[in-house]
């Protein structure tokens, strides 16, 4: 067993795989078979997982490649929408079920080559990605030597956009004039406190708290350098609770949110495009704000981080399939690609020359998340519990009614994250609902009992048309099925039953 900080943890888990025989295979075959003079050009099919909003897009560049390349290769394509967050649980789950190429956020980046789940690249590709990104972009895909993903992106943070009609440039810096801002002129201030534990960290960050997680050998979580529950945690709950206590608060990460009143919105790039459509010319944008507790000022923190592009390892038999898919996912993550992407999507280039292209410069939101970095902190693995109990951090904080009453929401935090320690194998491994049955907000995980690899929830419920839910493992988000929501099209009353065995979600009517 091994300390692990969050930034050191793909190292250490690879060096850890490498002298122990773990589940990565050292002769799965990099992007070079062709070495020896073997042809890549031939047709292949493959299953790419994208971004929603990036499925159209993705699926245009993958004709291009096909139409430019000089290697003779096709690739017939299904392009997928599973989001960066899902991604990497999915392909933990099964990875032979896998994308062949896949997108995913950097924090899942470590579990995923432990996982056997990406191909290393090759030497000639490595130098090329290298020579071509950001730097941290490059660290983020890289154990020790050896680089295993491509990087997509270097916009995975948050700042803070404003209407400038209503919030003066001169008061963005101040989180109690913001708030008192948004008060008078009876506009929101939409921050995901509530409903996020990704966006509340920042004031937990702002006064130096960590939460750095410890796993052994296998990758499992062990224990957790936690210091929220402390002196600088209460700090950063009095922070908060000026916020949670505004009658304008909504915990929302919506660019929506300007349609219906609010005047301030803590989000990323991905908004950039929808915000200016809404605001225009009134758009601001700027780092978070600082806040001020017992005389002392904090600037508000945001976790930071890298999207990625993987190969999923092919067999030796495909070792020339393979080489093709790092052929394409060069492609997808060079510079014109990722200047596509920017233009369509605003997503924030990892690739060097595009980052200082004219266009990319002029983007006020990605100088914001440029300012901001400074106070963001990276982020690496993360207990798959972790989200749900941190958020509920703000409701006990938004309850209370004095110091006592913070402290204990604390403490309250604190005592759920030493019990994840203390799981048994049968809770770890059992399977639950969760979702929006009966009125309820992802909070409470339904009860599921299993019989030759299904499982089924012990009571049947009333879903209504449009409900959302997940079944989920040992109450985390480490396994989650399917990899977006289940949506019920037809409302009725149903058990809810997996299939453990291919991840299957159904809907079982009541007799």
Not at 166 to 171: E, K, R
Not at 233 to 262: C, Q, R, W, Y
Not at 340 to 348: A, D, Y
């Given at each position: 067993m091994k300390k692990i900080t969050a930034l050191l943890l793909a190292l250490a888990m690879v060096l850890c795989l490498a002298a122990c025989g773990g589940k990565t295979n050292p002769e799965t075959p990099t992007d070079e078979p062709s070495a020896d003079g073997t042809s890549l050009a031939g047709t292949y099919d493959i299953t790419v997982w994208a971004a929603e909003n990036a499925v159209d897009l993705t699926k245009q560049q993958i004709e291009k490649f096909n139409e430019t390349n000089e290697d003779g290769i096709k690739f017939n394509a299904t392009v997928e929408p599973v989001s960066e967050a899902d991604a990497g649980t999915n392909m933990v789950t099964d990875v032979e079920a896998g994308g062949d190429l896949?997108?995913?956020?950097?924090?899942?980046?470590?579990?995923?080559?432990?996982?056997?789940?990406?191909?290393?690249?090759?030497?000639?590709?490595?130098?090329?990605?290298?020579?071509?990104?950001?730097?941290g972009a490059v660290n983020a895909a890289k154990v020790g030597d050896e680089m295993y993903a491509y990087p997509l992106t270097a916009d995975n943070g948050y700042f803070m956009y404003y209407d400038k009609s209503?919030?003066?440039?001169?008061?963005v810096g101040s989180l109690e004039d913001l708030i008192a801002a948004c008060e008078k002129n009876n506009k929101y201030f939409a921050m995901e406190l509530n409903t996020s534990a990704w966006y509340l960290a920042s004031f937990f960050f702002a006064t130096g708290?960590?939460?750095?997680?410890?796993?052994?050998?296998?990758?499992?979580?062990?224990?957790?350098?936690?210091?929220?529950?402390?002196?600088?945690?209460?700090?950063?709950?009095?922070?908060?609770?000026?916020?949670?206590?505004?009658?304008?608060?909504?915990?929302?990460?919506?660019?929506?949110?300007?349609?219906?009143?609010?005047?301030?919105?803590?989000?990323?790039?991905?908004?950039?495009?929808?915000?200016?459509?809404?605001?225009?010319?009134n758009m601001g944008v700027a780092e978070l704000p600082s806040f001020t507790v017992d005389g002392q000022t904090y600037h508000m923190g945001s976790y930071r981080g890298y999207k990625l592009m993987g190969v999923k390892p092919q067999t030796k038999e495909n070792a020339v399939k393979q080489a093709a898919l790092h052929k394409l996912a060069?492609?997808?993550?060079?510079?014109?690609?990722?200047?596509?992407?920017?233009?369509?999507?605003?997503?924030?280039?990892?690739n060097k020359e595009a980052a200082a292209s004219e266009e990319v410069l002029a983007n006020v939101g990605l100088t914001a998340l440029a300012k901001q970095a400074k106070y963001a902190t990276l982020q690496g693995q993360i207990h798959g519990s972790w989200w749900d109990i941190a958020k509920v951090i703000a409701d006990d904080v938004?309850?209370?009614?004095?110091?006592?009453?913070?402290?204990?929401?604390?403490?309250?935090?604190?005592?759920?994250?030493?019990?994840?320690?203390?799981?048994?194998?049968?809770?770890?491994?059992?399977?639950?609902?969760?979702?929006d049955i009966n009125g309820d907000t992802w909070t409470v995980d339904l009860a599921m009992a299993e019989e030759n690899g299904?499982?089924?929830?012990?009571?049947?419920?009333?879903?209504?048309?449009?409900?959302?839910?997940?079944?989920?493992?040992?109450?985390?988000?480490?396994?989650?099925?399917?990899?977006?929501?289940?949506?019920?099209?037809?409302?009725?009353?149903?058990?809810?039953?997996?299939?453990?065995?291919?991840?299957?979600?159904?809907?079982?009517?009541?007799?």
């Open positions: 896949y997108c995913f956020a950097q924090d899942q980046f470590a579990r995923l080559v432990q996982a056997g789940a990406l191909a290393k690249l090759g030497t000639a590709a490595a130098a090329v990605v290298a020579e071509g990104n950001d730097e209503v919030i003066s440039d001169d008061i708290c960590v939460s750095e997680w410890t796993t052994d050998d296998d990758g499992k979580f062990v224990s957790v350098n936690d210091t929220f529950d402390s002196d600088k945690g209460l700090i950063a709950v009095k922070g908060m609770k000026k916020l949670l206590d505004s009658p304008m608060h909504v915990s929302s990460g919506d660019a929506s949110n300007f349609e219906t009143g609010a005047a301030v919105l803590i989000s990323g790039t991905w908004n950039y495009e929808t915000v200016k459509g809404i605001l225009g010319d060069q492609y997808l993550t060079g510079k014109d690609c990722q200047l596509e992407r920017f233009n369509t999507l605003s997503w924030g280039p990892s938004k309850a209370a009614k004095d110091d006592a009453g913070l402290q204990a929401a604390l403490d309250n935090y604190k005592a759920k994250i030493d019990a994840l320690f203390n799981v048994s194998e049968e809770v770890a491994n059992a399977f639950t609902v969760i979702g299904v499982w089924k929830t012990v009571e049947a419920y009333e879903l209504a048309e449009g409900t959302q839910f997940k079944v989920r493992q040992g109450k985390s988000w480490d396994v989650a099925y399917p990899a977006e929501n289940f949506v019920v099209e037809t409302a009725g009353t149903y058990y809810i039953q997996l299939d453990a065995a291919t991840g299957e979600v159904t809907l079982v009517a009541a007799e």
